[in-house]
């Protein structure tokens, strides 16, 4: 502004500032189960969400909590809450687990079908409401029933597959499982095989005498079973 100034063209610069609220705790996203994700009916899980101090101070003892709610009428179905001892502006993101059980509720009583969860930070001072929450849907599958193919172009491809799947699910009826092809093969490498190559049927949940599972081939098959290799240390 100097009056004998000869160039005008660079007196000005202009830059964006922002204000940030002293205290900000936001919720940040839903981490446990991921977005689309699917748990299997029946078990037990930890929901989790990232929180971040997004202000300018560090945050101690901040009230947070998750609620889970149907998707078809939005009905609340699963609540916990908790406290953060900390959220420090130079931590970054911080991943907190919630209990799986607080009475009443129980994920693992979240019967097969779509729900939302939401993550919220409760900080009694916080300056900035609008990002308190995060949410994202999942689904519960029910357990393994009925008829199911396996093989080339089925549901289940392979004999591990099915294995494996029944390991993750669970068994909720009579299964029968129906070999379409005429040979399978297992080389012990998967996540289903044992340390002798073969496969490990054990710690299947929902097996009784109600709960049978029978592996049988599909009419005018005699499936041949090999099993090779030696599983990784």
């Known amino acids: ?27 940040i996203a839903i981490v446990n189960p991921q977005p689309d994700q699917e748990e299997p009916y029946g078990f037990s899980w930890q929901p989790a969400a990232l929180f971040q101090s997004v202000g300018v101070a560090d945050l101690f003892d901040v009230p947070v909590e998750v609620r889970i709610n149907r998707c078809s009428d939005g009905v609340l179905v699963f609540k916990s809450d908790t406290s953060m001892p900390e959220l420090n502006i130079d931590q970054g993101q911080v991943r907190l687990y919630f209990p799986a059980a607080s009475s009443p509720y129980n994920t693992a009583n979240l019967v097969p079908g779509c729900y939302t969860i939401c993550a919220i930070a409760n900080y009694p001072q916080d300056g900035n409401p609008a990002n308190d929450t995060a949410c994202s849907e999942f689904s519960v599958i029910p357990r393994l029933s009925g008829n199911i193919y396996v093989g080339v172009g089925q549901r289940f491809q392979t004999i591990h597959a099915a294995v494996d799947s029944m390991k993750y699910r ?64």
């Open 1 to 27: 502004i100097m009056s004998n100034d000869q160039l005008r063209g660079d007196d000005t610069i202009c830059g964006t500032s922002f204000v940030l609220p002293t205290d900000d705790a936001a919720a």
């Open 170 to 233: 669970g068994i909720g009826g009579n299964l029968n499982l129906i070999l379409t092809d005429a040979s399978y093969t297992e080389n012990g490498n998967v996540h289903a095989s044992s340390l002798y190559a073969d496969l490990d049927f054990t710690g299947i949940a929902g097996l009784s005498a109600n709960n049978i599972v029978t592996w049988e081939p599909y009419p005018g098959q005699t499936p041949t079973i090999t099993f090779t290799g030696n599983r990784p240390s």
